[in-house]
């Protein structure tokens, strides 16, 4: 399965209320292509820190879903999010993780995620659900099934490589920002 293929399958498995964060790189990029939202904070640099993005959503906004996508080498970057996700163990997070073993956003430089299994690092530091995925169709199921039921850690296997044309994110940082904090108002009430 290609990223944007995973990503495309994640986004219509919701029923777009959730509030997504998405990791630097391909993956804002595709994200954006899939469907642009104001409930999308599109992380631009920051390598890594979606995930803690994502959990202070999760603990400040009970009410609200948080989905989290990132990469392989974003959440190796920090895994000690992992272990404090797991702590907290918020029910309104789930994260996704698309796992390519590289750095696909900046040449596909390989990751160890080949050898560390996250999902494992997920389940043995509290999170509810830890699954693997190889398929669109699995991805659908474990994400509708985790909703409200987290923390809940996805790991997608998914291609190298990435769509070929895929425009870069558009909005400034100061527009996502300003237009995920009205997602966030709206939510929140």
Not at 22 to 37: H, K, Y
Not at 116 to 140: H, I, P
Not at 158 to 179: L, M, N, T
Request: net charge positive.
């Amino acid at each position: 399965m290609k990223r944007f293929d995973a990503i495309r399958a994640a986004v219509q498995a919701l029923d777009g209320n959730e509030l997504l964060i998405s990791s630097n790189g391909m993956i804002s990029r595709e994200l954006i292509t899939v469907r642009d939202a104001p409930q999308n904070f599109y992380m631009i640099g920051s390598m890594g820190l979606a995930s803690s993005i994502g959990l202070g959503l999760a603990i400040s906004l009970s009410n609200a879903q948080i989905v989290v996508i990132e990469g392989d080498g974003n959440v190796l970057m920090n895994m000690g999010s992992i272990a404090t996700i797991g702590h907290f163990a918020p029910k309104n997070l789930i994260q996704v993780v698309l796992d390519n073993e590289c750095h696909d956003s900046t040449g596909g430089q390989p990751t160890v995620s080949n050898t560390a299994r996250l999902e494992k690092v997920a389940r043995a530091s509290g999170y509810r659900v830890a699954a693997r995925v190889t398929t669109d169709a699995e991805l659908v199921k474990v994400l509708r099934q985790s909703l409200g039921k987290g923390p809940a850690f996805i790991l997608v296997k998914v291609e190298k490589g990435s769509v070929k044309g895929i425009a870069r994110v558009s909005h400034s940082p100061e527009e996502i920002r300003s237009r995920f904090q009205q997602a966030v108002r709206m939510i929140s009430g």
